[in-house]
C-alpha cells in the first residue's frame, strides 16, 4: 500500500493555516530578521522544535497581504556549535 508523505513543516502549517497557501513569490520581500523574531516561528514548525544555538543570521519573507510583523517563510542559518569556541560567536554585529 503506497502512503503519501509530508515534510513536517507543512503538515502543520495546512493544520494551522488561517489563510490560503501563496500561489506565488511575486511582490514578497526579504529581510534580515533577530533571533528573536526567527525563534517562535521555527520552534512552533521545525521538525527539532529548536533553533540551533549557533545561529549566525536568519531572514524572513513577507508576503503582499501580510503584515511587516508576520512572516510567511523564515530561514535561520548556523554555524557547527564547535567552531564558536569559549569566545563565543565569531560573526559579530549580526542582530540577535
Known sequence: MSRTR???QRV???ALAD???LTSLAGCTVRA???AEAEPIIVRYEWLGTLARATVACYGCTAPGFLDTEQAAIVSFSVLAS???AAGSP??????
Not at 560573526?91 to 540577535?96: A, E, S, V
Request: net charge positive.
Open 83 to 85: 567552531t564558536l569556541g
Open 12 to 14: 502543520i502549517r495546512l
Open 91 to 96: 560573526f559579530r554585529g549580526i542582530p540577535r
Open 6 to 8: 509530508m515534510a513536517h
Open 33 to 35: 530578521i533577530t533571533t
Open 19 to 21: 489563510r490560503p497557501p
